[in-house]
């Protein structure tokens, strides 16, 4: 049994990665409803917390059918992170995550995300200012290293496990890698062999089927994977791994059915969470991912992101589910949104 702190997570937990506009409450849902185990909040600035920012303060929403669930939180000043931490705490999250993986120019020169690789002093004072401001089970995301030359995960591991947190996700990439190339979890299981290692170890970098999870399960040991771009408009993912690993074999794909239904609780939880205007015109980013891969579907897509009431969209749906019935789509890669967002935080 895998645990975090108090937090039972079962045997091999899947945990959706946070990402930046992607991993909000209806996201969140669907994901849930189709075998995630813990997850994570978009990452929230510091800084933007503590100012009151609307958008900080809107991400701070949980719901109690996600738990377990954590807050994700990043920064580069100590004081910033232990207050920051403090009001996450009232929130009543089953955890706080701390991002120090994050490689995007705009949280990176801010001495923020993956920034604070360069400087692992800081980042040890970082997670224990918020260890120390906390009630809640303290995890960290972060990366191998800054670049190939300092590939200092293993000290970071040993260094953050001393502080007090609970868990640690490793996504196999440097921050100079940014989601290029392949990710090296090689080092991802030095990490989980190194015996003075007692907290779990998470992997995370290109899972994006059953079949890839379980042999990276079986070949470096890991207690368990995050999930992050592979989930974007494919939810299932969740579910076929854990049917993989119980049977030895494939769940059957969704039907245009049980794809349509998910596309409509993810925009009715949309709707219902930032109102409709606002809900409708962000579930746009999403069509394209879930209906990828079925022929000629390009003038529904269209049609989708053009309408404007919920009972449009839920017509169109309707039509789609019945043109498409009994068509399965052949193997789809990981998902990809415009660049700066979807980012696996």
């Known amino acids: 049994m895998v645990r975090i702190g108090q937090i039972e997570l079962g ?36 800084e933007g917390l503590i100012r009151d920012a609307i958008k900080s303060r809107q991400k701070l929403d949980i719901f109690e059918y996600e738990r377990p669930v954590g807050i ?9 992170m232990a207050l920051s931490a403090r009001i996450v705490d009232a929130t009543n999250p089953d955890l706080v995550d701390i991002n120090f993986g994050c490689p995007v120019k705009k949280v990176v020169s801010k001495g923020a995300g993956a920034g604070v690789l360069k400087d692992i002093d800081l980042m040890v004072r970082l997670t224990a200012a918020v260890v120390r401001s906390t009630s809640k089970p303290v995890t960290v995301k972060t990366r191998l290293g800054w670049d190939e030359s300092s590939l200092n995960i293993e000290e970071v ?9 609970k868990a640690l996700s490793i996504h196999g990439r440097t921050r100079a890698q940014m989601y290029k190339g392949h990710a090296d ?12 290692i007692q907290i779990p170890i998470f992997g995370n970098g290109d899972i994006d ?3 890839k999870a379980v042999a990276y399960k079986n070949r470096y040991g890991v207690d368990g994977i995050m999930i992050g771009r592979a989930a974007i ?21 969704p039907t245009i059915q049980q794809r349509t ?3 409509r609780k993810h925009l009715l939880k949309s709707v219902e969470w930032k109102g409709e205007v606002v809900g409708i015109l962000e579930m746009r980013r999403h069509y394209t991912n879930y209906l990828k891969g079925f022929p000629h579907i390009k003038e ?13 969209i839920e017509a169109v749906l309707a039509e789609i589910a019945i043109r498409y019935n009994g068509f399965i789509p052949e193997k789809r890669t990981i998902a990809s949104f415009p660049e700066g967002d979807g980012c696996a935080c």
């Open 11 to 46: 045997d091999f937990p899947l945990l959706l990665a946070p990402m930046e506009d992607v991993s909000d409450p209806p996201f969140r849902a669907v994901c849930k409803d189709n075998g995630a185990d813990l997850m994570y909040t978009e990452f929230i600035s510091s």
């Open 157 to 165: 591991a040993e260094r953050l496990q001393d502080t007090g947190i």
């Open 185 to 196: 979890w090689s080092l991802i299981a030095k990490v989980k062999n190194n015996p003075r």
């Open 300 to 312: 529904f897509r269209n049609q989708l992101v053009n309408l404007k009431t919920v009972e449009e």
């Open 209 to 211: 089927s059953a079949e």
């Open 72 to 80: 994700q939180i990043f920064g580069g000043d100590e004081e910033a």
């Open 233 to 253: 408009g494919y939810p299932w993912i969740f579910n076929e791994i854990k049917h993989f690993i119980a049977t030895g074999e494939h769940a059957a794909a």
């Open 261 to 263: 239904e998910v596309i």
